[in-house]
């Protein structure tokens, strides 16, 4: 197989830059990357993970997945507008009860995570189609399979990502175009910065004081702990997306996190939902001792499993 081009959305930070720079490096020459951000000015940390391969193996261009021309003119700017794989990674993040959360954010959340997706889907799979080859790869995540307290609209356009390329799978494989669900779970990326940042500044007065101290004392410390414990990093993330790259039969869903999957298998487990229902309330609300005892294990077996 010649050298395939990438095509990788939102890579000003985290996993986007990490996967645009492990995917220029690669020791096969593999690929050709246009690494892609909203907003050139932040290109400084890219250019620089990139090293040597800038404007050899990758080249950085503007795309914001909210503007269809953005999108339209990136990919015109390309040679035969050829994606051989596009990697759909742009995101945001909210959390926080509802009652504090406008309309008018969750619209914006969804215009990125999952209109996004759509928009970027409806340039490149047309091309792809007549090319009897692609692959689309998009950054879901596992609350895209199990969703998690005052996580409610950002899981929501994740399971909205997951019903779209659950779907289109299908349809997209008669023209020989494979798709793949990339789910991670916690990444220490600016991703996590920014959610709590706002979680921090985020009026509570619209919500009732129980809510609001359950938001406070309980689900951002549980949190705070989840992402200390079991959070991988942007890199370790960019590594598998390669590995489901470059796989000879790409996955629909590929979970980055093993340690993470209990929770996720929980879903399967019990088709009534009761299950997983039971054991995140005891888990967040009954069982903190538990809790805590599980991260002390699970943080061991992640050192085991780096060690490896
Ligand atoms: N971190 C986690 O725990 C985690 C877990 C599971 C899944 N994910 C998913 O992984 C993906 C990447 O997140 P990350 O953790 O790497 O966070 P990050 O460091 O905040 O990166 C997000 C990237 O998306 C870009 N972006 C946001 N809106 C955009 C738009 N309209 N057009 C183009 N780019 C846009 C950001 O650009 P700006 O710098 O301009 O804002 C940034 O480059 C997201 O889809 C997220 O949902 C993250």
Known sequence: MGTRRVLVT???????????????????????????????????????AAGDSLNKTLEIKQLDACCEDS?????????????????N?????????L?????????ELFDTNFFGLARLVKEVLPDM??????????????????GLLFNDVYSASKFAVEGFCESLAVQALKFNIKTTLVEPGPVVTEFERKVYEDAEKMDL???????????????????????????QTPEEVAEQTVEV?????????????????????????????????????????KHDSVFNATLGVLRMLQKRVGKK
């Open 10 to 48: 939102g890579c000003s930070s985290g996993i986007g830059l990490a996967v645009a720079a492990r995917l220029a490096k690669d020791e096969f020459k593999r690929f050709k990357v246009v690494a892609t951000m909203r907003d050139l000015g932040k290109r400084g940390p890219l250019e620089q």
């Open 71 to 87: 999108i339209r003119e990136c990919v015109n700017s390309l040679p035969d507008r050829r994606v051989d794989i596009l990697v």
């Open 205 to 231: 007065s619209g919500t009732d004081e129980e809510t609001a101290k359950i938001f406070r004392e309980v689900y951002l410390p549980y949190s705070r702990k989840v992402f200390a414990s079991l959070g």
């Open 245 to 285: 790259i470059t796989a000879k039969q790409p996955p629909l869903r590929h979970q980055t996190n093993r340690l993470y999957m209990p929770m996720t298998a929980l879903k399967h487990a019990d088709p009534t939902g009761r299950l997983p229902l039971d054991t995140f309330y005891k888990m967040i609300f």
């Open 89 to 97: 990674n742009a995101g945001t993040g909210m959390i926080g009860p």
């Open 129 to 146: 189609k007549r090319r009897k080859s692609g692959h689309i790869v998009v950054m879901s995540s596992v609350m895209g399979i199990q």
């Open 99 to 107: 009652e504090c959360q406008s309309i008018v954010d969750m619209k």
